[in-house]
Structure formats: structure tokens, C-alpha cells
């Protein structure tokens, strides 16, 4: 049997890349060398699972997959405390180090019987893995026939909603106006009902055609077993039908090419899981110029688009709350009425459902098994995911094949929405750091990691597993959210690894990573039996400011989990920064929130290894500490509150990516911008907050501007927000030509002079204006510039006018208007811009209304107006 490495269980392969990379820095220590090699050794010949990986759902299995998770666990915090203290030994002075000799030698023994005794536990873990393996495979029930069945059990009988879906489907089918073959898909997550629409309509439209048949594909996808089952579908001949079995693909192949030559067919072929599908069948569906058609449905939105040439993936939405409660009445009472008192808890439960096809289905099968009465259907409000995530195996069948078909890299980091508590809209930017600490992201050349992590996140999107629940304005994914009861099955899966486990108190769990969510009370006032079992700590409360957190709560995390690596404090308050911080060495994520004016202390520049930094709140007034210079794998800070950054400092932060916020104070404000200049030379994301008195002279803004303008030294920004809080600055005259994101609020841009810099910015596709002072109420756009400018928003403007020269902004898509009240003229060249495809107009006056909506029908744009509109 030939079990290969790359197809591990994807949270244990995690684990041993991860221990891997500890185990090749622990090398670097003399005395437990030739111990660390061989269990380093060990760790990489753990490889359980076959290139079906359908038998790791089998108790036999999944007890030899914990055996070796435990130990790489133990593994991985031997070594990490042997670093550490080896570490904080090489500090001591030579007396410190004479003293500590002895207890050196002692440590080096024990850490060195330890890997011994690991390395035994692994040799017999591995001694025995062929024999678990091959029991499990024989009693495993891998039947593809058994798990079709359960789906058609749930998913065929009641067809609601889809009213809109199958109207725009079957156009699209039997349109003699696009004549060529073409394929039609329907993508959504599992459950959603895309085969009880593809059936509906199967069944509504075959008749148009010559030919037609449905075939089920799968992930156990084989080419000749798919074209067998098309033939047997065809009205081919009895002696046709009994050789089938015995022709070879390209003979089968041929035979359907012929048969269908001519004719005008369908052909369904539901849940595709690759697109090498398509690719591997496409040449026996001949193009005859007569509508035919080849429906396909899946959870991955890459093999619709793979497959489609004229039309593009028609995306299956969630049902709304009266198509959910009309399910829901069909499923349970059969025709009947639902009984009065009864009704308002149905509406209940289904709201509990969200809009699933699927959790609707199977909870109204398990209640139409119950009485009818009050206290019993009681029972299940509030309680949907879980009822369905315990009682009933066919959710999590259905649901888990989009898990097993991840690639072994996007397991960890799927499982990890789970940290997030019920219905919580997730900021991406803060998922995709959270996923960089915990080493999820594999590096891929010269990319940056935070693009390879947000093609993750895509992929999960595109997979169904994760709805993008808000998009920013360059159509990069904002905010996103998991469906709950995909949420509540794989936290479950997620505990059960150890991988990470949502709890109220830390003392009796061993998972990794814990995620804290509602009062933490309890969880500070206990003493963990086995602190350093978890590396990540993430607190969640219910509301803003919920809890405060007294002065012991860093010092509590400081003192029992000193390997931590992950530090995550959401809706939490704190009331101080310890200077024992400075003691976590293996922090690489820290958010805090401060209820209290409070210092940073200097301690902070011991983190060598952090990498984000995340202070919100309150700030002492003065400087951060000249220790944040020392961290040099640090790359976000986000700060707010009026901080400012030190300056008499010689480092520079070269792995910085994103500053927010930078303050910088009219005191020392031409040595600030050379920190910001020359400081962080590769930053992408900077944005500056600037406190600048009223009384300056026109000498001094001039030499500030002079300083400003070292900003174009950033070769690397590409996004950039400049944020006036006193007195008026200056555009600066110079910006670096990659930026494409600029953000403006409260700056004077001067006469025409500083649109004029940004209108000559090669790269800029976004801008936002806004609460700008605006000369002479108008807004003045020189010819020929912002040449790719597809962004514009103009918001708390000042502004009765709006000039736009020839040529200007020809590649506009979006304009937004908020908040402007007295604009009473558009541009005479707007028409002109045949690109526009979105206007917005939030809280503005009803003659920007009024011309808009003429305009609207000259252009062609789609106009959004959202209230409130102003008289």
C-alpha cells in the first residue's frame, strides 16, 4: 500500500512543517543535537493517509492521528522552552552564567531524555500505522451509491423559491439565439439546493431536446464510468448497452461523439468537483449549431467559469424568510395546516436556519416526527445548529466533502473561522494576520504574504465554504462570514483535533488554540493545569466595553502561557501594559484595547518575533518607545489615540507593510517625517494623522512642506490616508507614483495646484475627498488627467460646483456623492464618461437627485440613492 506524505490529515501535516522548522532552529544548540536530528527524523516518515483519505473518519485511524498529534505537541513545547531558556542563559553577565552552569548541564539532560523518549513513542506509533490502516480500510464504508442516497433523501422532494433562478436558467438553456454547444452552471455550497433546481428544470425543459440525460459525478470522478452512464441514459440499442463495460474509453468515447452528432441535446452532470471534468469530456459533446446544452452544477465557482463560454456562473442565493418558512410547512405538515399556536415558534426555528435549504429540510423531518405540541418544539429554538451538527449525520456528510476536497494547506485555515463567535462579520485584513502568526501561509517566491493569504481567502469563497460579506471599494474582500452551521460542525471537528476549541475556561482543555467568547472572568481567576498546551489566546466579548479587564489580566496570560504566540483581546478592555511583556518571546500577534491613559513600555522592543501589533484606546501623550524599532519582524502597526512615533532613532522597520495610524506633532514634525520617509522604506499601507498648530507662519509650513514631501521616498506605498486635525497642511507637491489608493480628509489641495499632482499619479484608481476646505465652492479638473482613475468619492464637500476638463477620468466605473449639500452643477463633460457603471448618492440634496437621475438614462449607470435626502 503506498501512502504517501502530502496526503496527511491537513491539521497533523500542519503540525509536523510546523515542528520541523523548530526542530532545525533547536539544532543550533549543542548537547541535544544528534536527539533533535533523529526526532526530526522520525516526525517526517508519519505519513496515515492514503490518496482515497477516505477512511480517516474511522475510529481506528483517527486514534493513531491524536497518538501523533500529542506527541508532535510535546515535541514542539520541549523545544520551545529549551530555546527559550537557552536564551535568556546567553543574557547573563559571566558571574550569572558561572551560577547557572549547573542548572544548564541539568536542563540539557532532561530535555535530551525527553526527545528520547518521544522518538520511542514515534517508532511505535509508526511500527503500527500499516496494521491500523489496512483494518480501517476494510471496514470502512466508502460507498458513493450510500451518501447519493442520503442527499436525494433530503434534497428531491420539496422544490420552494427558485421562482427567479429557474426563469433565468432555463433562458439561458433554451435560447435558440445562442445556437452554439455552450455549457450553463449553477454554483453554490452544499445544501444549497442546487440539484433540486437542476432537476426542476431537467425535468421542465427536457422535452425541448432530441436527447437528454443526468448523470451524477462526484469526487470519485473516472472518464469511462461517466460515459457509461451518459450512453446508458441515450436510447441506445440492447446489443449496444451490454458491451459498454467492455469497450475501452477512447471506443466509448467515439460511440457517445457519433450518437450525439446531429442532435440536439441536454446533458446534466450535477456535482463536479475539478475542472479537469470538463476538460476530460468536453470533445465528446459535439458543437451542432442547434442550442445544444450541457448543465452543470457545483460548490466551486472555478469550475463554472471553466467550463462556460457565453455564460458566466449563475450563483445559487440563500432563501428568504417567507420561501424558508413555506419549506418548512411543506416539510412538516405534508399539505396541512401548521396550528396557530404553533406558528410563532416555527418562525423561530426557521429564522434560526438563516435561509438553508438544507438546515430547513432536516429540521422540519426531525420535527415532523415529534408531537405537535408546545414545550416540544420549544425545545428547538435557539438550538438549530446544534440539533442538526448532533442528531443528524446527513448535514455533516453533505457538508464535510467540501472540507475533504481542500487542498492540505487551506484545512488549518478553514478551521480556524471557528475562533469567531455566531454570525460575526469577519475584517479580512485581521483574519489574514491572525493566519500569518499561526504560519498558515506558505511563502511563494517573492509574493507578498498577505497577497498569497488573501488568495486563500478567494479560494475559500470560490469553494462555498466562506461568503464574502462586504467588499472594498478595488472590489478586494472587506468583511466575511461563515455559515453557522458550517461554523458549528467543524468547531466541533476543531476541539475534537485539538486544533482549537471554543470554551469558557482554559484549566481543563488541551487544544492549541483557544478562543475565549463571553465573560473571561472565570478563565483569569483559574490556575491552567497544563498552560503551555495552548499558543493562541483570543477573548471575545458580547458588546464594546462589556468587560473590564482589572490589572492582573496581562499578567495573568504573562505568567501561565509563556510560549504564546497568538494574543487576540476583541470588545475586551484593558487597564495597563505590563513591562513583563517584554517576557513573551514567542508573541507574533498582539491586540489590545486600553479603557485608560497608559504608556507603552520599552519592554515591547523584546518581541523579536512579533509581527503584528494592534493598540487601541487610550495613550499616555509623549512618544512610543524607542524599543519598537527593534522589532524587526514586525510588519503591521496599528495605533490610534494621539501617539506619536519616536524620532531620534537610527533603525529602520524594512519588513513594515502597514502603518496605522502615524501621528505626527508640530513639535518635532521635521524629524517625524524622516522617520516616516526613511524609516519604513518598504510600507504599502500608511495612514497619517497630523497635529499642527494654527499659528504657524508661512516660513514654517513651507519648510514642513518641504519635509512632507519626503514621503515620495516610499517606493513601495500603494495605499496612503492623510488625516488633518488642526490646522490646515498641504497637498504635498510630491507622492510616489505607486500609489493607488489615496484618501484625503480635511487637507487643503489647494487651487487647483494639488489636484493637479494627484491628476499626474500614473497608478492612482481610487480617490476620496473628503470634509476638504474647497476654494471658491468648486471643484476644478484639469484636462487629460487621473488617465485610470476608476474610483471617485466626494464626500462632506463644500461644494456648489464641479468642472471636469476634456479627457479627464475616462476609465471612471464608480462615483460616489455623500453629504453634499449644496452642489448644484455637474460637469458638462460627465456624459462623456461611457465607463461609468455605478453612482451612489448617500445624504445629499434633491437636485443632485434630479440631474442624476436625467443623466441616468443618457449614461446608462446604475443609480443607487440611499435616505436620507435632503430638502
Not at 493517509?49 to 483517527?62: L, T
Not at 479537469?276 to 442550442?291: A, K, T
Request: glycine share 6%; aromatic share 8%.
Amino acid at each position: 500500500m503506498n501512502i504517501e506524505r502530502d496526503e496527511l490529515d491537513g491539521v497533523v501535516n500542519f503540525l509536523v512543517q510546523h515542528l520541523s522548522q523548530r526542530l532545525v532552529e533547536a539544532k543550533l544548540f549543542h548537547g541535544v543535537k544528534d536527539r533533535v536530528e533523529s526526532l526530526h527524523r522520525e516526525l517526517t516518515l508519519i505519513n496515515i493517509q492514503n490518496s482515497e483519505g477516505r477512511w480517516s473518519e474511522h475510529p481506528i485511524v483517527k486514534e493513531v492521528v491524536e497518538q501523533i498529534r500529542d506527541v508532535a505537541f510535546e515535541a514542539e513545547d520541549v523545544i520551545d522552552k529549551f530555546i527559550l531558556k537557552v536564551g535568556e542563559q546567553r543574557k547573563r553577565n559571566c558571574m550569572g552564567k558561572l551560577i547557572y552552569s549547573f542548572n544548564h548541564v541539568i536542563m540539557h539532560w532532561v530535555v535530551a531524555k525527553k526527545i528520547e523518549g518521544l522518538n520511542k513513542d514515534i517508532n511505535k506509533i509508526y511500527s503500527n500505522k500499516d496494521k491500523y490502516v489496512r483494518k480501517a480500510l476494510v471496514t470502512v464504508d466508502t460507498s458513493e451509491v450510500a451518501l447519493h442516497k442520503r442527499r436525494r433523501e433530503v434534497e428531491e422532494d420539496d422544490v420552494v423559491g427558485f421562482v427567479d433562478d429557474s426563469r433565468i436558467l432555463v433562458m439561458q438553456l433554451t435560447d435558440k439565439g445562442y445556437p452554439n454547444r455552450d455549457v450553463v452552471s449553477i454554483i453554490g455550497m452544499g445544501g444549497l439546493g442546487k440539484t433540486v433546481l437542476a432537476r426542476k428544470i431537467y425535468n421542465e425543459i427536457k422535452e425541448c431536446f432530441d436527447y437528454h440525460a443526468w448523470v451524477y459525478v462526484s469526487q470519485d470522478f473516472k472518464t469511462r464510468e461517466l460515459f457509461i452512464k451518459i450512453l446508458k441514459k441515450m436510447s441506445i440499442s440492447d446489443e449496444l448497452r451490454r458491451n459498454l463495460e467492455v469497450m475501452s474509453e477512447d471506443e466509448l468515447k467515439e460511440r457517445l461523439f457519433q450518437y450525439l452528432r446531429g442532435k440536439r441535446y441536454l446533458v446534466v452532470m450535477d456535482d463536479i468537483w475539478k475542472t479537469e471534468v470538463w476538460d476530460n469530456v468536453r470533445s465528446v459533446f459535439p458543437d451542432n449549431s442547434n442550442g445544444s446544452r450541457i448543465l452543470i452544477t457545483s460548490r466551486i465557482k472555478e469550475v463554472g467559469l471553466h467550463a462556460g463560454q457565453t455564460f458566466g456562473p449563475y450563483f445559487l442565493k440563500f432563501l428568504n424568510a417567507d420561501q424558508s418558512l413555506k419549506l418548512f410547512h411543506k416539510k412538516v405538515f405534508r399539505g396541512g395546516e401548521c396550528p396557530p399556536e404553533l406558528e410563532p415558534l416555527a418562525r423561530q426555528i426557521v429564522e434560526g436556519c438563516h435561509g438553508f435549504p438544507l438546515s430547513i429540510v432536516v429540521l422540519a423531518s426531525i420535527l415532523s416526527t415529534k408531537d405537535m405540541l408546545f414545550h416540544i418544539w420549544s425545545r428547538f429554538v435557539g438550538q438549530v445548529n446544534q440539533i442538526l451538527t448532533h442528531d443528524s449525520p446527513v448535514c455533516k456528510q453533505i457538508l464535510s466533502l467540501s472540507y475533504t476536497d481542500l487542498s492540505q494547506h487551506l484545512k488549518p485555515c478553514f478551521l480556524y473561522f471557528s475562533v469567531y463567535p455566531e454570525g460575526f462579520e469577519i475584517p479580512v485584513r485581521q483574519l489574514i494576520h491572525l493566519w500569518m502568526a499561526e504560519g498558515f501561509i506558505q511563502q511563494t517566491g517573492d509574493r507578498h504574504m498577505e497577497d498569497v493569504a488573501e488568495e486563500y481567502l478567494e479560494q475559500l469563497i470560490n469553494r462555498s465554504l466562506v461568503q464574502d460579506a462586504s467588499r472594498r471599494t478595488d472590489g478586494g474582500i472587506k468583511t466575511c462570514r461563515i455559515n453557522n452551521l458550517l461554523r458549528e460542525l467543524y468547531m466541533s471537528e476543531s476541539a475534537e483535533e485539538k486544533f482549537l476549541e471554543v470554551c469558557t475556561d482554559v484549566s481543563t482543555n488541551k487544544s492549541r488554540r483557544l478562543s475565549i467568547q463571553g465573560s473571561p472572568r472565570r478563565c483569569i481567576s483559574s490556575n491552567p493545569s497544563d498552560p503551555t498546551r495552548a499558543h493562541t489566546l483570543l477573548f471575545f466579548g458580547k458588546d464594546k466595553g462589556e468587560f473590564n479587564f482589572n490589572t492582573d489580566a496581562l499578567d495573568w496570560v504573562v505568567e501561565n502561557f509563556k510560549l504564546i504566540r497568538v494574543l487576540h483581546f476583541e470588545h475586551l478592555e484593558l487597564h495597563s501594559i505590563p513591562e513583563r511583556i517584554g517576557t513573551l518571546k514567542y508573541l507574533r500577534y498582539l491586540r489590545i484595547n486600553l479603557s485608560n491613559a497608559v504608556s507603552v513600555p520599552d519592554s515591547i522592543g523584546n518581541l523579536t518575533k512579533l509581527e503584528t501589533l494592534y493598540i487601541k484606546g487610550n495613550l499616555e501623550e509623549g512618544c512610543l518607545p524607542n524599543g519598537i524599532f527593534k522589532l524587526e519582524r514586525l510588519r503591521n502597526l496599528y495605533l490610534n489615540g494621539k501617539l506619536p512615533l519616536p524620532y531620534h532613532v537610527d533603525q529602520a522597520l524594512w519588513n513594515l507593510q502597514v502603518l496605522s495610524t502615524a501621528t505626527l506633532c508640530c513639535d518635532f514634525q521635521t524629524q517625524i517625517l524622516g522617520v516616516v520617509g526613511d524609516r519604513f522604506p518598504r510600507v504599502r499601507k500608511l495612514k497619517i494623522r497630523l497635529l499642527l498648530e494654527s499659528d504657524m507662519n508661512d516660513q514654517g509650513n513651507g519648510h514642513e512642506q518641504r519635509e512632507f514631501d519626503r514621503l515620495s521616498r516610499l517606493h513601495h506605498l500603494g495605499h496612503l490616508e492623510i488625516l488633518r486635525i488642526d490646522n490646515c497642511p498641504m497637498l504635498p507637491t510630491s507622492l510616489p507614483d505607486t500609489i493607488t489608493k489615496l484618501t484625503l480628509k480635511a487637507v487643503d489641495f489647494g487651487v487647483g495646484g494639488g489636484l493637479k499632482v494627484l491628476g499626474e499619479l500614473p497608478s492612482l484608481l481610487i480617490l476620496k475627498i473628503q470634509s476638504c476646505p474647497v476654494d471658491d465652492g468648486g471643484l476644478h479638473i484639469i484636462s487629460d488627467s487621473f488617465l485610470k482613475l476608476q474610483v471617485l468619492k466626494l464626500e462632506g464637500l463644500t461644494l456648489r460646483e464641479w468642472e471636469l476638463g476634456t479627457g479627464a477620468m475616462p476609465v471612471l466605473r464608480h462615483l460616489v456623492f455623500k453629504n453634499l449639500g449644496h452642489l448644484s452643477m455637474l460637469p458638462r463633460e460627465l456624459p462623456n464618461l461611457t465607463a461609468l457603471r455605478n453612482v451612489e448618492v448617500l445624504e445629499s440634496n434633491l437636485n443632485l437627485v434630479g440631474m442624476l437621475q436625467e443623466l441616468e438614462t443618457i449614461i446608462g449607470f446604475k443609480l443607487l440613492i440611499i435616505p436620507s435626502v435632503s430638502a
